[in-house]
């Protein structure tokens, strides 16, 4: 089956420490996109891949990092300079940019502790 | 409707009636829209979606309407069952590309 594969689904850090959540895809899609989700909050866009070896910065991109190496992947590091880190992230890709279906992966929840 | 905040707009619905959910965008040259559906601790997944040269499309069980004039988005679920509770999230794609805005979302509950 086609579809996105977040890992992990919970992560713990503490305080100082970077992750990285990883997303995989085997739809063949070109864009991917990550976004984050607070309690009561519709998500926002944190990073966004049109192509291989490119990304831009979205809405949020401050103490987040990605890179794009892979078509089928799109990691996502949250570094320590990310003040608020604890949340729920989801990963997507569409086939194209503009208006297109993005599909969602099942998130990963990092809590800091 | 939308709001911002902790606590999402809750539409409690009675199972086998039919649900209205409603949706105010803000960008007037936004030209696509979309619904997703959310449940507990999963990923959003696609419902149906809407282009601006359309002011009605149909699904299965589901029907989404298009105002531009007061840029105002409805989805309607027809006979709304349990596995139709979830959080509603309508997006719009302003033009930018693939960066679609997404509304905070609405709770529907369904009561037996």
């Known amino acids: 089956d086609g579809g996105i594969t977040q890992s992990p689904k919970y992560l713990f850090r503490k305080e100082g420490q970077n992750v990285t959540l990883s997303c995989e895809q085997n739809?063949?899609?070109?864009?991917m996109y990550w976004y984050r989700q607070d309690p009561g909050q519709g998500l926002r866009l944190i990073y966004y891949s049109q192509i291989v070896n490119d990304f831009q910065k979205g809405d949020i991109a401050e103490g987040y990092s990605v890179s794009r190496e892979k078509k089928e992947s799109f990691p996502l590091t949250v570094t320590s300079a990310q003040k608020n880190p604890t949340a729920f992230y989801l990963c997507?890709?569409?086939?194209?940019?503009?208006?297109?279906?993005?599909?969602f992966g099942a998130g990963s929840r990092l809590t800091v502790l | 409707g939308e709001s911002v905040g902790l606590h999402l707009p809750t539409l409690s619905v009675q199972e086998g009636d039919n649900s209205i959910i409603n949706c105010a965008y803000s960008n007037s040259a936004s030209d696509y829209f979309i619904w997703y559906k959310q449940e507990s601790g999963k990923g959003p997944q696609f419902i149906i979606d809407?282009?601006?040269?359309?002011d009605k499309r149909q699904g299965q069980r589901v029907t989404v309407l298009l105002n531009k004039t007061v840029k105002h988005l409805s989805l309607q679920i027809a006979a709304t069952q349990p596995g139709d509770s979830a959080v509603y999230f309508c997006?719009?794609?302003?033009?930018?590309?693939?960066?679609?805005?997404f509304g905070a979302g609405t709770q529907v509950v369904v009561t037996p």
């Open positions: 997507a890709s569409s086939i194209g940019g503009g208006a297109n279906v993005l599909t």
């Open positions: 997006a719009e794609n302003s033009g930018s590309w693939g960066k679609l805005q």
């Open positions: 739809l063949n899609h070109d864009a």
């Open positions: 809407i282009r601006s040269n359309m």
